[in-house]
T-cell receptor, first 116, second 117 residues
Framework: GAGVSQTPSNKVTEKGKYVELRCDPISGHTALYWYRQSLGQGPEFLIYFQGTGAADDSGLPNDRFFAVRPEGSVSTLKIQRTERGDSAVYLC??????????????FGPGTRLTVL | AQTVTQSQPEMSVQEAETVTLSCTYDTSESDYYLFWYKQPPSRQMILVIRQEAYKQQNATENRFSVNFQKAAKSFSLKISDSQLGDAAMYFCAYRRGKETSGSRLTFGEGTQLTVNP
């Protein structure tokens, strides 16, 4: 049973460029979360999906950030016009479902994004 | 809004000794979960232990146990018989209760634990 996978592991880009970060959740997990972890800090919530829909995107910092999950499985986090302040580790997590009884969030290894 | 505070940026312990990591939180809710996660250099966030707020009994997982003081909003992690493999960044985290949607995790700033041989 594979865990949550994220690609790429590391991404270096230049200021102003567009990047896409991919998350492959555990099979059957309907809830998917994105977090951002800046250097020396704890992860901060960005967005979560229940199925295909973004149920809560209140953590997205601005409109340069967007995420999709078109088929309710793989999710892509998209960042337009990247800025140096976007440099961080982007973590993805999935769980069986969002509400109801407790469901553990399983994390991927993250994508380290560096904006030069 | 909920907040989680870890006031110890770094801690160290001798192998086989016991260490306690501190965490405080703030919430107006009565139904919630608290967690300790371990993050080694591989970046993989690993769940160490969780505590349901409605349970008075402190959670225990092998060498890991918590001291949950609900009134004081305190949630510390005790690691007994520390091992070299315990060295990592530890994060305290909060999540709203099971009957609410939006079960995002709110993390503290982390405590870097060093285990000395």
């Amino acid at each position: 049973g594979a865990g949550v996978s994220q690609t790429p592991s590391n991404k270096v880009t230049e200021k102003g460029k567009y990047v896409e970060l991919r998350c492959d959740p555990i099979s059957g997990h309907t809830a998917l979360y994105w977090y951002r972890q800046s250097l020396g800090q704890g992860p901060e919530f960005l967005i979560y999906f229940q199925g295909t829909g973004a149920a809560d995107d209140s953590g997205l910092p601005n409109d340069r950030f967007f995420a999709v999950r078109p088929e309710g499985s793989v999710s892509t986090l998209k960042i337009q016009r990247t800025e140096r302040g976007d440099s961080a580790v982007y973590l993805c997590a999935s769980s069986l479902r969002d509400r109801g009884s407790y469901n553990e969030q399983f994390f991927g290894p993250g994508t380290r994004l560096t904006v030069l | 809004a909920q907040t989680v505070t870890q006031s110890q940026p770094e801690m160290s312990v001798q192998e086989a000794e016991t260490v306690t990591l501190s965490c405080t939180y703030d919430t107006s809710e009565s139904d919630y979960y608290l967690f300790w996660y371990k993050q080694p250099p591989s970046r993989q966030m690993i769940l160490v232990i969780r505590q349901e707020a409605y349970k008075q009994q402190n959670a225990t997982e092998n060498r890991f146990s918590v001291n949950f003081q609900k009134a004081a909003k305190s949630f510390s992690l005790k690691i007994s018989d520390s091992q070299l493999g315990d060295a990592a960044m530890y994060f305290c985290a909060y999540r709203r209760g099971k009957e609410t949607s939006g079960s995002r995790l709110t993390f503290g700033e982390g405590t870097q634990l060093t285990v000395n041989p």
